[in-house]
């Protein structure tokens, strides 16, 4: 039986794309894709995702407070989770994206990682790298098949690392089949990696924007789904909102989970 409640399993399983039904935010199989970006700086990762052929989902940002509600879900889950013995996980990884993590030292969203391997299914992205993260022993990451009843997605074997913890990357030399793991445009992967994972890291505040309304990101997004460049106010008021939201998310978060592994 699982250990979350109804609420935590219901947000664990959105996130994972596990869902049915019509409704434009949990209906949405892919809200991660959206949902990640948030956690990156201006806009730059959601452009990076729809070059790969991704769509931006306006309904995520569309009910600010059922946002929040989910992520108080998620990290409530995050929080009763604890793996019992150090483990290594492998991630296929946007190469832009991997360098900020190598530039902030930490996870920068939630993470999806394998225990069985580099898999397949995130080859789909433009320009890679090869993650293997090191988690210790009783850290705040989700197992998901152990902890879900029914696991929609056995193949994927996914660890989620939750978004501020810190990273000692080192970088290592690739294997001869691992030079054969190629990106969407048939390209080898530019480095691999080893990330020892550690504790929540400090986040700066930011105050400069509320979190109470996102029209100018919904404008974004549609912007960006029709392969139009976004009014560059819109790009300026969004990525000012993303600040104060990863901000709280954060709080949310430290909340849930404290300051230790």
């Not at 946007?94 to 299914?121: H, P, Q, W």
């Amino acid at each position: 039986m699982s250990f979350l409640n109804q609420i935590e399993e219901k947000s664990l399983k959105f996130y994972i794309g596990d869902v049915s039904g019509s409704d434009p935010f949990y209906g949405d199989p892919k809200a991660y894709v959206t949902l990640n970006s948030l956690f990156f700086p201006d806009i730059f990762s959601e452009s990076a995702r729809i070059t790969e052929g991704k769509k931006l989902n306006p309904a995520i940002i569309s009910d600010i407070p059922r946002l929040f509600s989910f992520f108080e879900g998620l990290f409530s889950a995050f929080s009763k989770a604890r793996l019992q013995k150090e483990c290594t996980v492998f991630r296929v990884e946007r190469a832009v994206d991997f360098e900020l993590c190598r530039n902030y030292g930490k996870t920068i969203s939630m993470t999806s990682a394998s225990t069985a391997g580099f898999l397949d299914a995130y080859r789909d992205r433009r320009g890679i790298a090869l993650m293997r993260f090191m988690i210790p022993e009783n850290s705040h990451c989700i197992n998901v098949a152990e902890t879900l009843d029914f696991y929609a997605k056995p193949e994927e074997a996914e660890m989620l690392i939750p978004p501020f913890f810190g990273l000692e990357i080192q970088e290592i030399s690739m294997s001869d089949k691992e030079k054969k793991i190629t990106d969407c445009d048939g390209n080898a992967p530019i480095v691999s990696v080893i990330a020892h994972v550690s504790q929540i890291t400090e986040y700066p505040e930011c105050t400069s924007a509320d979190t109470k309304s996102c029209q100018a990101g919904i404008r974004v997004y549609n912007a960006l789904n029709k392969g139009i460049i976004p009014e560059s106010e819109d790009i300026r008021e969004f990525t000012e909102w993303k600040n104060n939201f990863r901000t709280e998310i954060y709080s949310m978060m430290k909340s849930f989970i404290g300051s230790s592994l």
